[in-house]
């Protein structure tokens, strides 16, 4: 079983739509979640950090934590073509352990 | 601010060979990680330098071995290449203390290895 996992898509949505990425994980360590984007032939990029549970916004983006479920979500709102890229879910323990990254979202939104 | 940078961007190698990417960390950063990300796939952790000495592991054979300089930057080293190491090779940095233990990384556009 892998430690993280996050469903490859593809997700295609309309231009405007709310979009919802998710991630599960199995290692109770796990204490940063974080969100990357990743455009076509690009490095990743981070998009959103949060420290345990909890909810946290910046502009149309959302991150969610469940820490009793293991579950993370990113949502965004209003999406738009330039959102279109892929997502990486990446968790971490902290203290300068390891990051570790889901498959990626693979996101296009249609104007 | 100069953000990582890495060479080369491309490079066609054939089984067998040996391969050395380098890194230059973000400007005040001083720990390198690297990274190999395989099409359709998350980044998967190699290792991380600091202070010029390998600090954590990933899964990763023997074959894989790293540098970092007195200037922070740091060189992956790939022996005995195998066609299954074709991959997007990235490298991240962070500065030690601070938001460093988010694990809140830097990463550069990467370096793109094809084993023929």
């Known amino acids: 079983q892998k430690e993280v996992e996050q469903d490859p898509g593809p997700l295609s949505v309309p231009e405007g739509a709310i979009v919802s990425l998710n991630c599960t994980y199995s290692?109770?360590?796990?204490?940063?979640f974080m969100w990357y984007r990743q455009y076509s032939r690009k490095g990743p990029e981070l998009l959103m950090y949060?420290?345990?549970?909890g909810n946290k916004e910046d502009g149309r983006f959302t991150a969610q934590v469940d820490k009793s479920s293991k579950y993370i979500s990113l949502f965004i709102r209003d999406s738009q073509p330039s959102d279109s890229a892929t997502y990486l879910c990446?968790?971490?323990?902290?203290?300068?352990?390891?990051?570790?990254f889901g498959t990626g979202t693979k996101l296009q939104v249609i104007p | 601010d100069a953000g990582v940078t890495q060479s080369p961007t491309h490079l066609i190698k054939t089984r067998g060979q040996q391969v050395t990417l380098r890194c230059s960390p973000k400007?005040?950063?001083?720990?390198v990680s690297w990274y190999q990300q395989a099409l359709g796939q998350g980044p998967q952790f190699i290792f991380q330098?600091?202070?010029?000495?390998?600090?954590q592991r990933g899964n990763f054979p023997d074959r894989f071995s790293g540098h970092q300089f007195p200037n922070y930057s740091s060189e992956l080293n790939v022996n005995a290449l195998l066609l299954g190491d074709s991959a997007l090779y990235l490298c991240?940095?962070?500065?030690?203390?601070?938001?460093?233990?988010?694990?809140?990384?830097?990463f550069g556009e990467g370096s793109r290895l094809t084993v023929l």
């Open positions: 400007s005040g950063h001083d720990t």
């Open positions: 330098y600091y202070e010029e000495e390998e600090r």
């Open positions: 949060t420290y345990s549970s």
């Open positions: 290692n109770s360590a796990f204490q940063y």
């Open positions: 991240a940095s962070i500065k030690t203390g601070g938001e460093s233990l988010s694990g809140e990384l830097f």
């Open positions: 990446a968790m971490s323990a902290g203290g300068y352990q390891k990051v570790t």
